[in-house]
């Protein structure tokens, strides 16, 4: 068998085994490596570059809106989660526990972070004493750990990389609109950046936060039809100010609990890429998330090789000066072929070829990932046809991942309806729902699929619940879930 036969077919199909294909692609693409410790991965360069491009990214848009960095405490101890019944509860079956330090018996557990509510609750109530304090602002990148009992690489890992933002207000209508604000943040975020469209709504009481009021997500759809949640906002209320004793002295010289907010994402922001644009022949990368968003192979003969390069690393320097992210493979003990094939399955998204006739026209050949088109473009217009091509191809992403969601998403009336679509088919599903948790429990129990939220524009409102046929409270979003 040939290396370049060789090379694809170590790739599972997508339709053969989605599951196999996901890690296929994340190993074979140097992604990640697994690590000697149950459920923890190893980031390697090629999937820490794509963390590190979200976060500068996304960090951006946080301090724009007025948010500062800090960093809080890996652990946290006990008496901390006692503070807040729900929150605990929540997370008490995903927590591991630090009893012993150098060689003696901790006094008081700690818990390694799962998430830094309880932590930056006890710092606030320090910091804040009066309105003048207010609002505080902050985000933190950092890692967590929560002990999952199933794993998959970046999408559920016990130890996981994050940002989480913790706010505090005067009044509920303040930390209300934050929580709204970040849910927007990140909902342009994901489909501006990551070419991926989301579902924006409201989850319901049984898939809320634990210890928030109200908890809002943006939900995407993979090419299996499964749901990822991308993206999580909540307003937590006054619970974790009264566990905490976050009070000030407001206008009127009366002490008062302020109002918090939380919201995060996530690592599996790289695994929803993933799932999103990959294909059957491996990874298929949004150029503003590339790691390497041009590679340029120069091809020939050896006569010519000295030339080729020659040019091949004007045109580097070229485009390296207008801000593109670019790499060039002169390997000479590698066929083109091969390296084609490399290259598409590591999902960057153009591939810029430089031969001998192409430097006697003064031209170039630009060849999408995304689409596979073949563009002869004169050299002197270099930059501009690679930037226009750019553009292009995660325009075209977003709306080829959009289509496919269209395509996946249905809406029906009954319990058994849903039952029968899912067994034949992928993807989400609309319909009424009472408000009832016995209901959506027993929708969870029949078809394995979840309420993902209550979209804030669904396709069309439901007037019955799907289970008891009672009057729809809610029309809502359910799919299986990663």
Same mark, same amino acid.
């Given at each position: ?194 070419? $991926?469209?989301?579902?924006? /709504?409201?989850?319901?009481?049984? *898939?809320?936060?634990? #210890?928030? +009021? &109200?908890?809002?997500?943006? =939900? ?74 041009? $590679?340029?192979?120069?091809? /020939?003969?050896?006569?010519?090789? *000295?030339?080729?390069? #020659?040019? +091949? &690393?004007?045109?580097?320097? =070229? ?97 058994? =309806? ?65």
């Amino acid at each position: 068998m040939s290396k370049e036969k060789q090379f694809v077919t170590e790739i599972t199909p997508q339709g053969e085994d989605f599951s196999r294909w996901y890690i296929d692609v994340i190993k074979k693409a140097e992604l990640m490596d697994y690590s000697p410790v149950r459920g923890c991965i190893v980031f390697r360069p090629e999937g820490f570059e794509i963390w590190e491009n979200i976060q500068r990214e996304m960090d951006r848009r946080f301090k724009e809106t007025g948010h500062r960095n800090a960093y809080f405490p890996l652990f946290i101890p006990e008496s901390f989660f006692q503070k807040e019944k729900e929150h605990v509860e929540g997370f008490n079956p995903e927590l591991p526990w630090v009893t012993e330090a150098g060689g003696e018996p901790l006094e008081e557990k700690l818990a390694i972070r799962p998430t830094s509510e309880t932590m930056i609750g006890h710092m606030y109530s320090k910091w804040i004493q009066s309105y003048r304090d207010l609002p505080v602002l902050i985000n933190q990148w950092a890692n967590v750990v929560r002990w999952e009992k199933r794993t998959l690489p970046f999408l559920r890992t016990s130890e996981f990389l994050w940002q989480e933002g913790h706010t505090a207000h005067e009044n509920e209508a303040e930390a209300r609109e934050e929580t709204m604000r970040m849910l927007e943040v990140y909902r342009d975020f994901v489909e501006d950046f990551l070419a $991926i469209p989301v579902i924006t /709504g409201q989850k319901t009481p049984s *898939e809320k936060f634990a #210890g928030a +009021v &109200d908890t809002y997500s943006i =939900e995407a759809m993979m090419k299996d039809g499964r749901a990822v949640q991308a993206g999580t906002s909540h307003y937590l209320g006054t619970n974790f100010a009264v566990a905490f004793d976050i009070k000030y002295l407001d206008r009127e010289n009366t002490q008062q609990f302020v109002h918090t907010t939380s919201w995060g994402t996530s690592t599996r922001l790289i695994g929803s890429l993933i799932m999103v644009h990959g294909d059957d022949r491996g990874l298929a990368l949004p150029p503003k998330v590339a790691p390497t968003q041009v $590679i340029m192979i120069p091809i /020939g003969p050896p006569k010519t090789r *000295e030339a080729v390069i #020659g040019r +091949v &690393d004007e045109l580097y320097k =070229e485009l390296k000066t207008a801000g593109v992210r670019v790499r060039v493979d002169d390997r000479s003990d590698i066929s083109p072929g091969w390296k084609f094939n490399e290259y598409e399955m590591r999902g960057v998204p153009i591939r810029l070829e430089l031969g001998p006739r192409d430097m006697e026209n003064g031209q170039a050949v630009l060849v999408s990932r995304a689409s596979g088109e073949k563009r002869i473009i004169k050299q002197s217009e270099l930059e501009a046809e690679v930037e226009k091509m750019l553009e292009e191809i995660h325009r075209d992403m977003f709306e080829k991942a959009k289509q496919f969601r269209a395509d996946n998403f249905h809406a029906v009336d009954t319990l058994d =309806e849903m039952k029968g679509l899912l067994e034949q088919k992928r993807g989400f599903v609309l319909a009424g729902w009472c408000g009832s948790a016995a209901c959506e429990k027993q929708v969870k129990e029949e078809t394995g699929a979840t309420s993902r939220n209550i979209p804030f524009e669904p396709a069309e409102h439901k007037h019955s619940c799907l289970v008891c046929g009672e009057k729809a409270e809610h029309t809502v979003v359910f799919a299986r879930a990663y």
